[in-house]
């Protein structure tokens, strides 16, 4: 036990006393010897302030929570308001007017009727897991109770979240405690053989996925994927294409189809929901059979997850049998401040200003602008790729040095920036209020920062590289 020393209550040193009782996610806490973390005290807007009063622009929304910036007054106040009426309910057996309406709103805006709810995304991909498997059950078809992921894709941390996700960093010490799902290829084009075009890499996607069908349909319950951009793959972006073939696949084979929008959904490419994007050539959408939500769906202020499906799935469970339900709970599901703070986050997409202006429209002004100002990053020499859909941006750089990411982390705070490369990726995923100062100060350091790590790493000596971490040590850590 480490008691707190006499020193540690006069002079609250936060850094060392985390250091001392906090195990942090996603850390070697080892490495906080050397570099301890950050304790911030306050923020707003875009902004985060530390015990020593420096600034820090939170250029990734907190883990790609936040949308309006931190203390958002529309939010503040109805968490305000919803405290001083009803604090926390059980959601068996009661309900209360926030889960209603929340749920009512998300069926208007994706067509999907029943929503389920947990706190944090791992538990959103868990319900989808068994929520699927479980409806094939009840409809006499158990043996439908595989699963299948893509190269790269992320669904959480959990057991079972964890059995979909494709990254070995994170899935290696658990192989024996999992059952792992089918990988197949992802559409990012970056998997792209030489010489093979992206529309060509998407194809060969599309067929990989219908000749394991066609073999494996039987057994399998459903798809999870993340559409349009891979978050922990290093903000892979592919063409809405793909999820059209993969809503005719699924129904062709009777598959469900998962779409984990934790990440992606809330604006963050550009449409409300980022499956909004694919569409048939007759032009009409395309609807998954599960879409899980969280991050964003409280605007990045308290912890809340849904799991939204079909009328199909919904009736699976519907029966005077006990055991056809679906007896999944958590303590806090639905809890009532998080879902009036959700609430707050579709009336702030459905408000207009004064010009006629709704967030997403804005967000099309900001991103233009973002996208000019980031120009010489693109033209950057050591930049091989660069890509931007909506409020995500992202840059790979030339670099097989595995620190990267840690060194430019740490740079982009001495620096005034939350920034958390993903390997040699570099991104920017900023809440959708950045002023055009703080666009400015954003584009500006991030090239400043590349070339300051830049300089760090090319003078290392050739020895220091082959000692550091593997470059895979990547996706959450920095
Ligand atoms: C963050 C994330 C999750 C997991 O959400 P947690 O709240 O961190 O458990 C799942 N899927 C995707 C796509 C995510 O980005």
Known sequence: ?????????????????????????????KVHERFPPRAIVAAEGPWLIDD???????????????LFGHNFGPIREVITDQLGKLDHIMLAGLTHPPVVELSERLADLTGLGHAFYASDGASATEIALKMSAHSWRNLGQPEKHQFIGLQGGYHGETAGALSVTDIPLFREAYAPLLRLSATLPSPDPRHAAAGVSAEAHTQAAIDALAAYLA????????LILEPLVQGAAGMAMYAPDYLVAVRELCDRYAVHWIADEIAVGFGRT??????????R????????????????????????????TTDAV???FYDDRTVHGFLHSHSYTGNPLACRAALAVLDTFAARDADGHDVLSRNRVVA????????????????????????IWAWDID????????????????????????GSTLYVMPPYVLTESDQRALAEGLVRVLDQVLAEIDALPVSSVSNAVPATDAVRMA
Request: charge should be positive.
């Open 314 to 316: 919904y009736v699976a």
């Open 215 to 222: 073999e494996h349909h039987t057994r399998t319950a459903a």
């Open 281 to 308: 050539a007759d032009g009409s959408g395309v609807k998954p059979d599960f879409i899980c939500l969280s991050k964003g769906l409280t605007g990045g202020v308290l912890p809340l997850s849904a799991v939204l």
């Open 368 to 391: 233009e602008r973002f996208t000019q100002l980031t120009a010489p990053l693109r033209a950057h020499p050591r930049v091989k790729a660069t890509r931007h859909l909506g409020m």
């Open 399 to 422: 670099t097989a040095e595995p620190t990267f990411a840690a060194r430019y982390h740490r740079a982009a705070l001495d620096a005034g920036l939350l920034l958390r490369p993903i």
């Open 52 to 66: 020593q009063g420096h600034r820090i622009l939170d250029a990734v929304s907190s883990w790609w929570v936040n």
């Open 1 to 29: 036990m480490t008691a707190l020393t006499p020193m540690s209550l006069t002079q609250p040193d936060w850094a060392e006393r985390s250091r001392q009782a906090v195990w942090h996610p996603c850390t070697q806490m």
């Open 270 to 279: 550009g449409t409300l929901f980022a499956h909004q994007q694919a569409r």
